[in-house]
């Protein structure tokens, strides 16, 4: 009876074979890297090319004269115009297109009648169209009007106004006769008088004991 009972247990226990799926091995595609063909720098030296000089013009001058200043001619007219005092980029550019002049060609080429109408432009150049807002001296202290003051004047003009706020003594005045900054700058690490006067500590000398 025992035996009869095991053989049915034993048949449950036999399992069906397992069906193996067929699993189709795609051939693996090899990427092909076409490999770059290596540069070689060449460590020799570059070959020097020769400048050719260009000609000058027979008319063509080293050094220009504009508002009594030495102007040089190698320069572009919009910069060379900069080497005035009172005169910046901007307003050469400005002065430029009034007397009808190209600001890139070099002040050097520039003839006798250019230079003449240039030098009417800078030297006023609030009547030659020149906006107000563009002058350096608007509303001047003495006389009230709007002007445009260059090299010397512009000098001897800043002077009188520092001399005149230190006469009147104020903020301004004082400050610039202390040489501290006007503006508003902090003095904490700039414009130190003192800076690098250490001044050292020195001991006393051991002073003989008085006498009772």
Request: hydrophobic content about 30%; glycine content about 6%.
């Amino acid at each position: 009876m025992a035996e009869e009972q095991k053989k049915p247990i034993e048949q449950k226990q036999e399992q069906k074979p397992a069906v193996q799926k067929q699993t189709e091995q795609k051939p693996a595609v090899q990427k092909q890297t076409e490999q770059k063909p290596v540069v070689q720098r060449q460590t020799g030296q570059r070959p020097v090319e020769k400048k050719v000089a260009q000609k000058l013009p027979d008319n063509y001058k080293h050094i220009v004269r504009i508002a009594n200043v030495d102007v040089p001619g190698e320069k572009q007219i919009r910069f060379a115009l900069t080497k005035i005092k009172g005169v910046g980029i901007n307003l050469a550019d400005a002065l430029c297109t009034l007397a009808n002049i190209k600001k890139t060609d070099k002040a050097g080429t520039m003839s006798d009648k250019e230079i003449e109408t240039l030098n009417k432009v800078v030297s006023d150049p609030l009547n030659n169209g020149i906006p107000v807002w563009m002058a350096n001296r608007r509303k001047d202290y003495d006389s009230g009007t709007d002007k445009h003051v260059l090299t010397g004047t512009l000098n001897f003009v800043k002077d009188n106004d520092l001399k005149r706020l230190k006469k009147i003594k104020t903020l301004r005045g004082m400050r610039h006769q202390r040489g501290l900054p006007v503006r508003g700058q902090k003095t904490r690490s700039n414009f130190r008088k003192s800076k690098g006067k250490v001044v050292g500590v020195k001991k006393k000398s051991n002073a003989p004991a008085k006498k009772k």
